[in-house]
T-cell receptor
Framework: KAGVTQTPRYLIKTRGQQVTLSCSPISGHRSVSWYQQTPGQGLQFLFEYFSETQRNKGNFPGRFSGRQFSNSRSEMNVSTLELGDSALYLC??????????????FGEGSRLTVL | GQSLEQPSEVTAVEGAVVQINCTYQTSGFYGLSWYQQHDGGAPTFLSYNALDGLEETGRFSSFLSRSDSYGYLLLQELQMKDSASYFCAVNSGNTPLVFGKGTRLSVIA
């Protein structure tokens, strides 16, 4: 069974540009979450989607947005990039919308560098 | 709000035992998870404690005390490959998993 797939793995952008990151969850998983990881800050929650609906949103500015498609694939977009947006963006999936248990299945992330 | 505290770095000798502590403050609590992340890799799930006590999985064990809002991850017979970052995370039910900032474990010979 394929794991969580994120594309692209690495990308470099300049300030003011926008970026779209993609995540394909494990087959059959309907819940997708996005996290931002920066050195020393751990994993900061961005969004959670279930069945194409955003269920939760983290404390990030409106420049960060996301969506989920009917096949559970998800994308996140960051507009008007700032230097501080440089980070590893992790996508994680779980089988259902219930939060029993604490297991998320993570992809290897998309490492964004903003110059 | 929710917050988790764990040490930023721990160093231990190969073959030894190391304990990584995690204290949390949360308005609701379902359980505490532990994840391992090697440099450049994805976080991977290690364990989940919903009830008080010790859960053992091979060389790794995890403990939870709900009354103390405290848990720990215990790694025994340390191996060089255990060098990684370890994150605790709180499951509060209706909110997404909240992660600590991580503990970087260095295993030395």
């Amino acid at each position: 069974k394929a794991g969580v797939t994120q594309t692209p793995r690495y990308l470099i952008k300049t300030r003011g540009q926008q970026v779209t990151l993609s995540c394909s969850p494990i087959s059959g998983h309907r819940s997708v979450s996005w996290y931002q990881q920066t050195p020393g800050q751990g994993l900061q929650f961005l969004f959670e989607y279930f069945s194409e609906t955003q269920r939760n949103k983290g404390n990030f500015p409106g420049r960060f947005s996301g969506r989920q498609f009917s096949n559970s694939r998800s994308e996140m977009n960051v507009s008007t990039l700032e230097l501080g947006d440089s980070a590893l963006y992790l996508c994680a999936s779980r089988p259902t919308g219930t939060r029993s248990g604490g297991e998320l299945f993570f992809g290897e992330g998309s490492r964004l560098t903003v110059l | 709000g929710q917050s988790l505290e764990q040490p930023s770095e721990v160093t231990a000798v190969e073959g030894a035992v190391v304990q990584i502590n995690c204290t949390y403050q949360t308005s609701g609590f379902y359980g505490l998870s532990w994840y391992q992340q090697h440099d450049g890799g994805a976080p991977t799930f290690l364990s989940y404690n919903a009830l008080d006590g010790l859960e053992e999985t091979g060389r790794f064990s995890s403990f939870l005390s709900r009354s103390d809002s405290y848990g720990y991850l215990l790694l025994q017979e340390l191996q060089m490959k255990d060098s990684a970052s370890y994150f605790c995370a709180v499951n509060s039910g209706n909110t997404p998993l909240v992660f600590g900032k991580g503990t970087r474990l260095s295993v030395i010979a």
